[in-house]
T-cell receptor, first 116, second 114 residues
């Protein structure tokens, strides 16, 4: 089984400041990792995903994340945030192989609030 | 087209009503999902259909009944719901129910049970 811990439930930042949203996971098997964003009153949108290869993954809207296998982390970063980045961010994992259960396991979410 | 559509956007129903939620995708995806999301919580998986067959039922009460009429459509039939079933219901689809395939989510149906 997998589990995902998002260390911060809320992250307030000022516009144009950098931000890092932290995600750690636990799994007995290899995993694929995802970051989803949910704007108010909307569904989830994929920001980026790590399947294999380069550990630095670039996504949409200027976000990037780095996979660190030794620290079992997949932190999300953006060098300069905008008011429009205010949303809930979910980290998620799924097993990469070795079974038939490919369910997404989500973290509890981090609410990013960007203030002017 | 990477869109998953859901209707209706909002639904208010009494505990004795029968209603249905609808989801549609035209991306040729062969896996479709229903999730339930309570406020300030992550989505919780309810059902997975793979190639139009029910693959996963996460021990969901029988008052929720999924249906996959064809590869593009997914319904969720609701009957005799409880107030605690009020939530955002999200539909998603993916290329397949296998490793690495990203899920595309619809905007959700906001359900209120009175």
């Amino acid at each position: 089984a997998q589990s995902v811990t998002q260390l911060d439930s809320q992250v307030p930042v000022f516009e144009e400041a950098p931000v890092e949203l932290r995600c750690n996971y636990s799994s007995s098997v290899s995993v694929y990792l995802f970051w989803y964003v949910q704007y108010p009153n909307q569904g989830l949108q994929l920001l980026l995903k790590y399947l294999s290869g380069s550990t630095l993954v670039k996504g949409i809207n200027g976000f990037e994340a780095e996979f660190n296998k030794s620290q079992t982390s997949f932190h999300l970063r953006k060098p300069s945030v905008h008011i429009s980045d205010t949303a809930e961010y979910f980290c998620a994992v799924t097993p990469s192989s070795g079974g038939s259960n490919y369910k997404l396991t989500f973290g509890k979410g981090t609410l990013l609030t960007v203030n002017p | 087209d990477t869109e998953v559509t859901q209707t209706p956007k909002h639904l208010v129903m009494g505990m004795t009503n029968k209603k249905s939620l609808k989801c549609e995708q035209h991306m040729g995806h062969r896996a479709m999902y229903w999730y339930k999301q309570k406020a300030k919580k992550p989505p919780e998986l309810m059902f997975v259909y793979s190639y139009e067959k029910l693959s996963i039922n996460e021990s969901v009460p029988s008052r929720f009944s999924p249906e996959c009429p064809n590869s593009s459509l997914l319904n969720l039939h609701l009957h005799a719901l409880q107030p605690e079933d009020s939530a955002l219901y999200l539909c998603a689809s993916s290329q397949g129910f296998r490793e690495g395939y990203e899920q595309y989510f619809g905007p959700g149906t906001r359900l209120t049970v009175t």
